[in-house]
């Protein structure tokens, strides 16, 4: 821009200031936006040569765009000043407004600094307002303040050197190089601002895709998962039904997928295990269970459970993953029937015998007939020491009849009185050994024997009522336990016991009789599972040896 009689300003400069401005603000990359900026100063405000220092996150500013000199261009794009050394050249020289100019006179001491700058030098001015070439001239950029003032942060500067008529600009020169850098503030300001918002979109899109790319991911993994998955709803009415299921879980309890979501999984569960899915946590709960299936049968599962929030916070689900382990739990009932029951017949063995025998036991010994009756309807007279049991919250011996509702109560196993059939119920313990058992071995081998004890054990099953317990105690000893019986029930059991097992038996291909001897012995609490069957052993003896000899077996 020549310097004109002021304000006697071409019109054609100012078109074409107008025109650069508007090339800022339509540029299409910050990139761009920063070149036109300095080609601007070079075309519409007669500066030969420009530079557009623009600070860098860390505060330092870096030369971004320089127009005018290729040469210049090549050495310091690119390049860095620190903040220090800019502010200290901001806070020299002569306050043009905005504007900064430092005079040749002044600028040596900035010659050796870390600012990125194009050396020249020349002869001393030949009059007052004439240019030197170490004259310097900076136009700081601020981010847009109120109403067109320049009070936000630093932006960055414009640098300008030799200007075409030699001189130092003027009033209007001036004004517009800051009203210049004011306006490339708010187009670079935009600039970066349409650039981040670019990024933003593309950020946003690379998500999107990327949150498609794992809802298909997830929903193949659903889908075809080997094993059965769920996904019901959490909290609110309708907590645990069923919003979606897997073909896996649809083929392992044969029902469609239509039919699932009328279910919660409290609708499929057996109601024996209720309890356990409802003890179940939502959020890396596992649990195993028996679920229901169309046909009434019901399959073993293991529940894992884990929590999905939707996008933006938005509903929580709980997902649930369904593992088979019907053949697990069929090898692990397995395993415990093999520790608990005798392999040759099948009935409880010895350890399982005193194991259920010594659950209806407790230490005390029942000898009050008040305090036996307050012990079976709910209110025991004692404290844990005396029964074993945990009494939670009682205080002292003295227990309030209110605390009684919260034990796990024992009813007293009590024994008919001795020597008198008084109508007494109790549980009977009735001890079984063979008779002429062991010539039967000795004559015919052992698989004889065994055929003889699978068919004894099945006679006493078969002359027993549901609920009662028949055991092998080893080789040739059975136990029976009874309860609620008197002590003519009990005799009368041993009767027909023993009437059973001396029918012929069929082993070996012929025909075979032993006979049984039954000692009946009672349990009550202060005894041990072994002083009980030991009482009902001694008893045995004593009937086998009160009968002759050639009675005590069959055949």
Same mark, same amino acid.
């Given at each position: 821009?020549?310097?004109?009689?002021?304000?006697?300003?071409?019109?054609?400069?100012?078109?074409?200031?107008?025109?650069?401005?508007?090339?800022?603000?339509?540029?299409?990359?910050?990139?761009?936006? *920063?070149?036109?900026?300095?080609?601007?100063?070079?075309?519409?405000?007669?500066?030969?040569?420009?530079?557009?220092?623009?600070?860098?996150?860390?505060?330092?500013?870096?030369?971004?765009?320089?127009?005018?000199?290729?040469?210049?261009?090549? %050495?310091?794009? =690119?390049?860095?000043?620190?903040?220090?050394?800019? &502010?200290?050249?901001?806070? #020299?020289? +002569?306050?043009?407004?905005?504007?900064?100019?430092?005079?040749?006179?002044?600028?040596?001491?900035?010659?050796?600094? &870390?600012?990125?700058?194009?050396?020249?030098?020349?002869?001393?001015?030949?009059?007052?307002?004439?240019?030197?070439?170490?004259?310097?001239?900076?136009?700081?950029?601020?981010?847009?303040?109120?109403?067109?003032?320049?009070?936000?942060?630093?932006?960055?500067?414009?640098?300008?050197?030799?200007?075409?008529?030699?001189?130092?600009?003027?009033?209007?020169?001036? +004004?517009?190089?800051?009203?210049?850098?004011?306006?490339?503030?708010?187009?670079?300001?935009?600039?970066?601002?349409?650039?981040?918002?670019?990024?933003?979109?593309?950020?946003?899109?690379?998500?999107?895709?990327?949150?498609?790319?794992?809802?298909?991911?997830?929903?193949?993994?659903?889908?075809?998962?080997?094993?059965?998955?769920?996904?019901?709803?959490?909290?609110?009415?309708?907590? /645990?039904?069923?919003?979606?299921?897997?073909?896996? !879980?649809?083929?392992? *309890?044969?029902?469609?997928?239509?039919? #699932?979501?009328?279910?919660?999984?409290?609708?499929?569960?057996?109601?024996?295990?209720?309890?356990?899915?409802?003890?179940?946590?939502?959020?890396?709960?596992?649990?195993? %269970?028996?679920?229901?299936?169309? &046909?009434?049968?019901?399959?073993?599962?293991?529940?894992?459970?884990?929590?999905? $929030?939707?996008?933006?916070?938005?509903?929580?689900? %709980?997902?649930?993953?369904?593992?088979?382990?019907?053949?697990?739990?069929?090898?692990?009932?397995?395993?415990?029937?093999?520790?608990?029951?005798?392999?040759?017949?099948?009935?409880?063995?010895?350890?399982?015998?005193?194991?259920?025998?010594?659950?209806?036991?407790?230490?005390?010994?029942?000898?009050?007939? !008040?305090?036996?009756?307050?012990?079976?309807?709910?209110?025991?007279?004692?404290?844990?020491?005396?029964?074993?049991?945990?009494?939670?919250?009682?205080?002292?011996?003295?227990?309030?009849?209110?605390?009684?509702? =919260?034990?796990?109560?024992?009813?007293?196993?009590?024994?008919?009185?001795?020597?008198?059939? &008084?109508?007494?119920?109790?549980?009977?313990?009735?001890?079984?050994?063979?008779?002429?058992?062991?010539?039967?071995?000795?004559?015919?081998?052992?698989?004889?024997?065994?055929?003889? %004890?699978?068919?004894?054990?099945?006679?006493?099953?078969?002359?027993?009522?549901?609920?009662?317990?028949?055991?092998?105690?080893?080789?040739?000893?059975?136990?029976?336990? $009874?309860?609620? *019986?008197?002590?003519?029930?009990?005799?009368?059991?041993?009767?027909?016991?023993?009437?059973?097992?001396?029918?012929?038996?069929?082993?070996?291909?012929?025909?075979?009789?032993? =006979?049984?001897?039954? /000692?009946?012995?009672?349990?009550?609490?202060?005894?041990?599972?072994?002083?009980?069957?030991?009482?009902?052993?001694?008893?045995?003896?004593?009937?086998?040896?009160?009968?002759?000899?050639?009675?005590?077996?069959?055949?």
């Amino acid at each position: 821009m020549e310097t004109e009689s002021e304000p006697y300003v071409r019109l054609a400069s100012l078109r074409q200031l107008h025109q650069v401005m508007a090339d800022m603000n339509t540029a299409r990359s910050l990139a761009d936006t *920063l070149q036109t900026v300095a080609d601007g100063v070079i075309t519409a405000l007669g500066f030969e040569m420009a530079a557009v220092n623009l600070v860098r996150p860390d505060g330092d500013l870096v030369v971004a765009a320089l127009a005018g000199n290729s040469a210049a261009e090549a %050495l310091i794009t =690119g390049r860095v000043g620190s903040r220090d050394s800019w &502010d200290r050249r901001l806070n #020299m020289g +002569e306050k043009w407004g905005d504007l900064v100019f430092i005079p040749h006179t002044e600028g040596w001491v900035l010659d050796d600094d &870390d600012v990125p700058q194009w050396y020249t030098d020349g002869p001393a001015p030949r009059f007052e307002d004439e240019w030197h070439p170490s004259d310097r001239l900076f136009a700081p950029m601020y981010t847009p303040g109120i109403s067109g003032s320049s009070c936000g942060e630093l932006l960055g500067v414009i640098s300008v050197d030799r200007p075409r008529n030699g001189r130092h600009p003027g009033a209007w020169g001036r +004004e517009a190089l800051q009203m210049y850098a004011f306006q490339a503030a708010i187009a670079i300001s935009n600039a970066r601002l349409r650039a981040n918002m670019q990024r933003a979109l593309v950020r946003l899109e690379r998500e999107q895709q990327a949150l498609r790319a794992s809802e298909e991911s997830f929903r193949q993994a659903f889908e075809y998962a080997p094993s059965g998955m769920a996904i019901a709803e959490m909290g609110g009415d309708q907590h /645990g039904r069923i919003l979606r299921t897997n073909d896996a !879980l649809c083929r392992l *309890l044969g029902r469609p997928a239509s039919a #699932m979501r009328r279910y919660s999984f409290s609708d499929l569960v057996h109601p024996e295990d209720i309890g356990t899915l409802l003890r179940t946590s939502a959020e890396g709960g596992r649990a195993e %269970l028996r679920l229901g299936r169309r &046909d009434g049968t019901y399959v073993w599962v293991s529940l894992r459970n884990s929590v999905v $929030a939707d996008a933006a916070d938005g509903p929580r689900f %709980l997902l649930t993953h369904v593992e088979d382990i019907e053949e697990r739990k069929r090898r692990e009932l397995q395993l415990a029937h093999r520790a608990s029951h005798d392999s040759l017949t099948g009935l409880p063995n010895s350890a399982e015998l005193r194991s259920r025998l010594a659950s209806r036991l407790c230490r005390r010994a029942d000898t009050d007939g !008040l305090e036996s009756l307050d012990a079976a309807y709910g209110h025991p007279a004692y404290d844990a020491n005396g029964h074993g049991f945990d009494f939670a919250g009682a205080t002292g011996s003295a227990i309030g009849s209110a605390s009684y509702d =919260g034990y796990d109560h024992h009813v007293h196993t009590v024994a008919p009185e001795e020597g008198r059939d &008084d109508g007494a119920k109790g549980l009977a313990v009735l001890f079984c050994d063979l008779d002429g058992f062991k010539s039967i071995n000795d004559r015919f081998g052992h698989n004889a024997g065994d055929a003889v %004890l699978i068919e004894v054990a099945r006679r006493l099953s078969r002359g027993v009522r549901d609920g009662d317990t028949v055991a092998r105690l080893g080789g040739d000893e059975f136990v029976i336990l $009874a309860d609620g *019986l008197g002590k003519a029930d009990a005799q009368d059991l041993a009767v027909r016991l023993r009437n059973e097992i001396i029918q012929p038996i069929r082993a070996e291909d012929r025909a075979v009789r032993v =006979g049984a001897s039954f /000692g009946i012995g009672w349990a009550h609490c202060g005894m041990t599972a072994d002083e009980v069957l030991k009482s009902a052993d001694e008893r045995m003896y004593v009937e086998k040896r009160s009968r002759p000899k050639q009675h005590r077996r069959a055949g």
